[in-house]
């Protein structure tokens, strides 16, 4: 035996320890309460699954876990996808459903499918962890191991189920447990960042199972296919999937109001500690099912020095504002951007872009204003076309009036009532050709402000079908406009006498 043989058996024989250890047993049951136990347990899936898998069930399950384990178990004929968040249990879950199916004899020939044989082997493991040394499971169902039929990648247990694990191109064909063909078709981290890139892997992956993995199973017996894993690409193997399935069930690490899905587990300060460290492009990916990739139109986002602010001829303070008056993580993004133009270069100085409420939206204004300090004219504009109108009199109208009394000065903010077209497509057609040109710069002293982090990433991540919130681009894009109007506006008029207009014109009359 090999020193990495070696290892790995001590770390097999840690892991038999530390399932003993965590898994008590009640030695005072007689073989006639086991019975009435089992029966009880075996009636309640979810009571059954706490009960066998302490270890693994430390939290309380929440309602959409429970759903999905009765869901599955009670449709012997049922195709099913879970598109489950990181650290939502998606793995755990299908393991306990698949050994709950095993040892109560409702299914009998498992296949265990991943993105490698590497990695099916790993998914097995822990099945094969608990068939051997989970103590509950031997009281109640006895001994599972077999001997010479009890490998890594293929194992029958005394139950009567076998489990198989292969990865993604091997030869299923003609997969057999004595007379029955697979009944569960189980598929976990099946897709790959590398493989979602590259659309002809991609073909062979979904068409290996279609073709191969899928057709192992009976016609006319009742099958369990079920996926688990997240919407990592806009074309991937669990997205075709979830487009087939008979049920799709996509949770996010947070609900459409911004609460944790499994507060049990992950408190809403836990989430915000893990996302924090991570960049929005991943954190979409991975716990929110929102694959956003880099943006293809707007490449170049340059940082750079401001040119004092004495030198520009005027700047314009615009805002987007949002109906919603909420920090909640749920609520939209609003945006107030200083931004000026010199020398036909634009320059985003400094801004504001955060969920926040509607008094701290307009005080954004003034402290622009504090932060120009009367170096030169500042236009102040705030989107407003006819549906947001009524909001924008009622509402911010009012909170002005108020900060312009508490800081003991009058503001004006007049309103953009343009109108204006489709958001992305406007985007795209007003500001991609700046980025293009290098026509804009990003004031390089707010690089480690979150505001300018965050706009730097709305625009990082914009696509025309919009995958992450815009508001940020949108209010730069209004900006943009309003000073393009303005400069037009202090052009001096051109005068053209009739005797010019006339001399060398070969078309007049």
Known sequence: MTQEEKKALQRWAEHHKAMAADVPVDDGLSVRDIERRRMELEHDPVEWIKYFFPKYARYDFAQFHKRAIRRIIEHPEWYE??????????????MFINMYLALTGRKRFFVLASATETSAIRLLAPYKINFESNPRLKQFYGTQ???????????TARCGAKF????????PRGARNEEVRPDVIYLDDYDTDEDCRNPETLKKKWDWFEGALYPTRSISEPTLILWCGNI????CCIKRAGEKARHWDIVNIRDKNG?????????????DTVLANISQKNAQAEYFNNPVSDG??????????VPALSRFPFLVIYGDPAYSDSRKKQSSTKAVWLVGRLKGVYYIIKGFLARELNAAFIGWYFDLVDYVGGKTTVYCYMENNKLQDPFFNQVFKPLLREESKKRGRELFIKGDERKKTEKATRIEAN????????????????????HMQELMEQFRLFEMHLPYCADGPDCIEGAVTIIGEKTVEMQPPVTISYKELNEDNPYRM
């Open 81 to 94: 996808v879970l598109s489950w968040s990181r650290e939502l249990a998606k793995s755990t879950v299908a």
């Open 145 to 155: 191991v077999t001997l010479g039929s009890w490998t890594d990648r293929d194992f």
């Open 164 to 171: 198989v694990a292969l990865g993604a191109g091997s030869a």
């Open 232 to 235: 990592i690409a806009r074309d």
């Open 259 to 271: 609460r944790s899905t499994w507060p049990q587990k992950n408190t809403e300060e836990q989430i």
């Open 296 to 305: 293809t139109i707007f490449r170049n986002l340059p940082m750079g020095k």
């Open 431 to 450: 500001l991609e050709p700046i980025d293009r040109n290098g026509a804009w710069v990003f004031n390089e002293q707010e690089r480690d402000n979150p």
